[in-house]
């Protein structure tokens, strides 16, 4: 209880080491915030090229949407994607690159983590909102989807504030844990539908229906679908993934939680 006062009282904290990752994201570049909206562009670009017109992917119109264009399912699917690795992979450094504020003074470690995870969401949303405004273009009225769109912000967010909680402390005591999340997130990505629609996997699998079941249990299989649902199909994702997000979303912040806890003790000596 009185870590999580300790916590509560940090609010000040947490939001001024936010800012300061928001104003170091970027310094000193010429395009400034520019840049979070090019880099998903620039792979969007790369991936449309390679995946549909060289190895010919097709994807399904939106139903009931009916839209059908490659570029934007793509990045229904990139930008979520992109949050995910980017947060992942900040957070990892967050302890180590503050070390000396660590040692020196005493405040909730967690608030590392949770300010520079919180950087990455301002700049996803940034994307969605741009997203939103290309699909309003293209004739998709996702206006009244963005409320959804935001819950699973919320939901994807505890994801990987747990996961970041987790991997941010033992890549202290481990430093060669952030070059194996490396390869780990490369496996990761082309295990999730992202650059390929799921009836892809689920006509491959049509006789291995447990293999299509085992496939789904990746929780950003479903993430990802559930964007697609709401921003390319206009339709509200499946009860039951929303219920299994919500749960590996939760039990993963509480895992996430409780190794910090556990390590964070002698997290100055590791330093």
């Not at 979070?36 to 139903?63: C, H, W, Y």
């Not at 969605?128 to 409320?147: C, E, S, T």
């Not at 006509?203 to 921003?231: H, Q």
């Amino acid at each position: 209880m009185s870590t999580v006062q300790e916590l509560t009282e940090s609010k000040e904290l947490f939001v001024n080491l936010t800012l300061r990752e928001l104003r170091g994201k970027y310094k000193r570049s010429a395009l400034g915030w520019t840049w979070s909206l090019l880099n998903p562009l620039a792979t969007m670009v790369i991936f449309t090229v390679v995946f549909r017109f060289f190895l010919k992917v097709q994807i399904e119109p939106g139903d009931p949407s009916g839209l059908h264009v490659f570029a934007i399912f793509l990045l229904c699917g990139l930008l979520p994607w992109n949050f995910l690795s980017s947060g992942i992979s900040g957070a990892m450094g967050a302890l180590i690159s503050n070390s000396n504020l660590i040692k020196k003074v005493f405040f909730p470690r967690e608030v590392l983590v949770a300010s520079n995870i919180a950087s990455w969401v301002v700049s996803f949303l940034l994307e969605m909102a741009v997203l939103a405004i290309v699909l309003l273009v293209a004739g998709n009225m996702v206006l009244p989807w963005l409320v959804p769109v935001l819950g699973l912000v919320i939901v994807q967010t505890l994801f990987v504030v747990g996961l970041g909680l987790m991997f941010s402390v033992v890549n202290v005591y481990f430093r060669d844990v952030q070059y194996l999340i490396g390869i780990l997130l490369q496996i990761w990505f082309y295990a999730t539908p992202i650059v390929y629609p799921i009836t892809v996997v689920r006509d491959a699998l049509v006789d291995s229906p447990w293999a299509f079941t085992l496939y789904k249990l990746n929780p950003m299989v479903r993430f990802v679908e559930a964007y697609r649902d709401c921003l390319y199909d206009l339709r509200f994702p499946a009860l039951l993934d929303s219920v299994y997000l919500v749960g590996v979303s939760l039990a993963t912040l509480t895992l996430g939680v409780v190794v910090f806890w556990k390590m964070e003790p002698k997290l100055a000596e590791e330093l």
